[in-house]
C-alpha cells in the first residue's frame, strides 16, 4: 500500500510548492494542519475534478480515492482570491463546477488546467486578472519585519489574509517542521532545543495536535499514510 508524493518548492512569490501524488490501494492517510489555501486537480475513473483547499488547523483521516492522480498548488502565506475568503477555507474548502480533463471554472471565468510543471503560468494569469491577491503586509511580518501600523491591525489583516491568527500560523509551521526533523533522525530532545518547545511533553502534544503522530513514529516512519513531505519521494 503507498501513497507517493513529489513536491517541489516554487520560486514565484504567489506560490509556496507544487505536489503531485498517486495512490495505490490507500484508502485513508492522516491529513496534517498547515496554513496554506490551494487548488487541487485530480481524476480518478476517468472522470476530472477541481477543488480549492483551505487552511487546516489540525490533523484528521482524509479518505483517499483509489488510483486517483493528483496535482496541487499550495499558495503562499498572505495571499487569498478575490472570490472566496480565505476565512471561509478554513478547516474545508469548495469543489469547482463544470470541470473538465482540460479546463476548470474559477471566479466566472474557464482556465486551463495546468500540469506540474505549468502551475505558475497558471497562477500568473490569475494574478494578472486579479483573482488571486495579496495584502504585501502579511509577507513583510513573515519576513520578521515590523510595519509601522498597531498590533491589531497587523493582526486583522493577518486573520483577514490567512482565515488565522499569527500565533496560529506559528504553531502549526513549528510543528511541521519538528515532524520533518524527527523524520529525518534527530531526537525529541533536539527538536525541543532547536525550535524553543518548553519540554518533551509540549512537544508530543503538539505533534498529536497538529501531525497526528508521536515522535517515535516520525523517527520509525510509522503509522502509514500521510500527507506531509518528509524528504521522501515515497510514503508507505
Not at 510595519?147 to 511541521?176: H, K, N, Y
Request: proline share 5%; hydrophobic share 40%; aromatic share 6%.
Amino acid at each position: 500500500m503507498e501513497l507517493r508524493f513529489g513536491i517541489r518548492r516554487s520560486d514565484s512569490p504567489w506560490v509556496d510548492s507544487v505536489w503531485t501524488c498517486t495512490s495505490e490501494q490507500v484508502t485513508t492517510m492522516t491529513s496534517v494542519a498547515g496554513v496554506r489555501w490551494g487548488l487541487v486537480f485530480w481524476e480518478q475513473d476517468g472522470r476530472p475534478y477541481a477543488a480549492v483547499t483551505g487552511p487546516e488547523t489540525r490533523t484528521s483521516t482524509a479518505p483517499v480515492p483509489e488510483g486517483a492522480a493528483f496535482t496541487g498548488i499550495e499558495f503562499a502565506v498572505g495571499t487569498s482570491l478575490r472570490a472566496l475568503p480565505t476565512s471561509q477555507l478554513v478547516d474545508g474548502g469548495a469543489e469547482l463546477p463544470d470541470t473538465t480533463r482540460w479546463t476548470f471554472r474559477l471566479d466566472g471565468a474557464r482556465w486551463e488546467t495546468p500540469g506540474a510543471d505549468d502551475a505558475e503560468a497558471l497562477v500568473g494569469r490569475l494574478v494578472e486578472a486579479g483573482i488571486v491577491i495579496r495584502d504585501p503586509l502579511v509577507a513583510e511580518v513573515l519576513r520578521g519585519h515590523e510595519p509601522d501600523v498597531s498590533g491589531r491591525t497587523i493582526e486583522r489583516r493577518f486573520r483577514a489574509a490567512t482565515g488565522l491568527t499569527r500565533g496560529a500560523v506559528r504553531q502549526i509551521e513549528r510543528a511541521r517542521t519538528a515532524a520533518e526533523l524527527l523524520a529525518a533522525g534527530d531526537t525529541a530532545a533536539d527538536v525541543v532545543a532547536k525550535l524553543d518547545y518548553f519540554d518533551e511533553p509540549h512537544l508530543a502534544r503538539a505533534l498529536r495536535t497538529y501531525v497526528g503522530r508521536t515522535a517515535g513514529q516520525l523517527r520509525e516512519g510509522a503509522g502509514g499514510a500521510i500527507a506531509l513531505d518528509l524528504g521522501q519521494r515515497l510514503t508507505s
